[in-house]
């Protein structure tokens, strides 16, 4: 395990085997597993088991755990092959961001 600094200056927690983990659809229609290669505070990036295709990326949770409690909310950040970059969704993040184009409109 190494940490180091990105180029957006947040550090961030490389495994050097992966952490097993799986996505999951926010309304629940569809799992997918993947290894967690690298984790900072605000995302991580992750190697997807099988095809993405037409599986709702945008927005999806990625469990940390077996029994589903560990958790985070991600939106797609980038795609590379079967790699992806996921952004760390906070609580209210969605309404910040309807404010923001509402009051830009």
Not at 16 to 27: F, K, L, V, Y
Not at 82 to 89: A, M, T
Request: include cysteine; aromatic fraction near 6%; charged fraction near 30%.
């Amino acid at each position: 395990m190494a940490v180091k600094t990105d180029q957006r200056g947040t550090s961030r927690v490389i495994f050097e085997r992966g952490i097993p983990a799986q996505m999951m659809g926010i309304d629940g229609t569809w799992r997918r597993d993947c290894t967690m290669e690298d984790v900072s505070e605000t995302g991580a990036k992750l190697t997807i088991d099988g095809s993405v295709e037409g599986l709702h990326l945008k927005e999806f949770f990625l469990l940390l755990s077996s029994t589903g409690l560990a958790y985070r909310r991600c939106e797609l950040a980038w795609v590379n092959g079967d790699q992806i970059g996921v952004n760390f969704l906070k609580v209210g993040d969605k309404k910040k961001k309807a404010r923001s184009t509402a009051a830009g409109a």
